[in-house]
T-cell receptor
Framework: QQQVKQSPQSLIVQKGGISIINCAYE??????FPWYQQFPGKGPALLIA?????SEKKEGRFTISFNKSAKQFSLHIMDSQPGDSATYFC???????????FGQGTRLTINP | GAGVSQSPSNKVTEKGKDVELRCDPI?????LYWYRQSLGQGLEFLIY????????KSGLPSDRFSAERTGGSVSTLTIQRTQQEDSAVYLC????????????FGPGTRLTVL
């Protein structure tokens, strides 16, 4: 019940296209859903996060869509750029637990 | 300001040896976390410190793993009698306080057990 399932494992998108990564969770106590971006040799860095009181959050080219009834959330990267090539992790937690439960990661490659 | 720092960046050890990994959190951050990232896998929670509260050790995989945080700042993760399956990148993160606060990650320590 603590798992967060992420798909796809890898994704190749052409420059200017839309990258979509999906996550699903089981624990209904989760109430914080961040996405982290990780470049090789670096630690993950927070990209964007959402609470379940909203269905969508947008920051620049990055949008989180959240479906509470389906227990799913997704990351959309609009106008994908080669510099977006990285590994993306979804995660979930609740304030009481603090620890983040991470998905398995998606290796995104943007072809120029 | 400086981010989360970890040392060493790489550690190669022989099976059965003990290792210590160090984390220096961002100044003023009261929460500190350790995660493990195995090759091609997601991040696995190990342990969480918050201020002077008892740490959440629920993610430690065995009693060979332990961690301490001295003076509410620097933390050391110790792995005793290392095994090959302990090979991974060990990541430390810190955050300002409880609640929905961003966790800032260090660059990690890559541990290789031969």
């Amino acid at each position: 019940q603590q798992q967060v399932k992420q798909s796809p494992q890898s994704l190749i998108v052409q420059k200017g296209g839309i990258s979509i990564i999906n996550c699903a969770y089981e624990n209904t106590a989760f109430d914080y859903f961040p996405w982290y971006q990780q470049f090789p040799g670096k630690g993950p860095a927070l990209l964007i996060a959402i609470r379940p009181d909203v269905s969508e959050k947008k920051e620049g080219r990055f949008t989180i869509s959240f479906n509470k009834s389906a227990k799913q959330f997704s990351l959309h990267i609009m106008d994908s750029q080669p510099g977006d090539s990285a590994t993306y992790f979804c995660a979930a937690s609740n304030e009481g637990a603090q620890k983040l439960v991470f998905g398995q990661g998606t290796r995104l490659t943007i072809n120029p | 300001g400086a981010g989360v720092s970890q040392s060493p960046s790489n550690k190669v050890t022989e099976k059965g040896k003990d290792v210590e990994l160090r984390c220096d959190p961002i100044s003023g951050h009261t929460a500190l976390y350790w995660y493990r990232q195995s090759l091609g896998q997601g991040l696995e929670f190990l342990i969480y410190f918050q201020g002077n509260s008892a740490p959440d050790k629920s993610g430690l995989p065995s009693d060979r793993f332990s961690a301490e945080r001295t003076g509410g700042s620097v933390s050391t993760l110790t792995i005793q009698r290392t095994q090959q399956e302990d090979s991974a990148v060990y990541l430390c993160a810190s955050s300002f306080r409880r609640g929905y606060n961003e966790q800032f990650f260090g660059p990690g320590t890559r541990l290789t057990v031969l």
